[in-house]
């Protein structure tokens, strides 16, 4: 497997390429802004892309998604709670007055517990509402692509329109039980690991100590 980043636009979200080499098939994980560079980023990449994966609606995670899908005709795949953000992610756009293309309606709907396959590489789904209602994750084969639950260090906001604190809470507890050698790929800064973090991070000491009890 190889892991390729971009990072992009306003907010330096990271769009994530994941590729089985051993296959040349690939998806695309939250294709953020820079829809231009994010397409010939794709193209020179030299694999077959299969869908675009995301891990929820804000607007730096599906600034490009209207372009990829224009050129690979692709299915994109969404937890149908982030339905309203994605809808209000033209006007969230123009607040900032960022130049933004309105993402197509997902084609394929995410759920807890979903087994997503690139080539011969399985995925879980795991739905972490807090950041946002439809907000998930994709763990497996050592990695986790982590959207914006968890970061080096931090975690994402919950001060956002519908945004859940208390349910934020829960799902860092969920993320904090994964195994400590899974290695974070997060929508902003650099990876990290589940380990890392739980011994660091102050959004998860909690669940630290909570398991070496």
């Known amino acids: 497997m190889k892991i390729l980043a971009a990072t992009v636009g306003e907010f330096q979200e990271n769009t994530y390429l994941v ?25 020179a990449s ?15 995670h599906v600034g490009a998604v209207a372009a990829v899908k224009r050129e690979w005709r692709v299915p994109v795949y969404m937890h149908p709670a982030d339905a309203p953000t ?15 293309e309105a993402p197509p309606a997902p084609d ?7 087994s997503l396959s690139v080539g011969d590489l399985t995925f879980s789904v795991m739905h972490v509402p807090g950041h946002a209602p439809g907000h ?11 959207g ?4 080096a260090g931090s975690i994402g906001r919950t001060d956002l329109p519908l945004a859940d604190p208390r349910a934020m809470e829960e799902s860092l507890v969920r993320i904090g039980e994964l195994d400590e050698n899974l290695v974070v790929y997060p929508g902003h800064g650099p990876a990290t ?18 398991r070496s009890r």
Not at 148 to 151: G, N
Not at 193 to 205: D, H, K, Q, V, Y
């Open 19 to 43: 590729v089985d080499e051993a296959t040349g098939r690939a998806i695309v994980v939250d294709p953020g802004a820079e829809p231009e560079r994010i397409v010939k980023w794709i193209r």
């Open 46 to 60: 030299g694999a077959a892309l299969d869908a675009v994966w995301l891990t929820h609606a804000h607007l730096d």
């Open 193 to 210: 690991t589940i380990g890392r973090e739980r011994a660091s991070n102050p959004f998860l000491l909690g669940v630290a100590h909570s």
């Open 86 to 100: 994605l809808a209000r992610a033209p006007q969230a756009a123009a607040g900032y007055g960022i130049q933004f």
């Open 136 to 146: 998930v994750v994709f763990h497996g084969n050592g990695v986790v692509l982590g």
């Open 108 to 114: 394929r709907e995410l759920a807890e517990g979903d």
């Open 148 to 151: 914006d639950l968890l970061f």
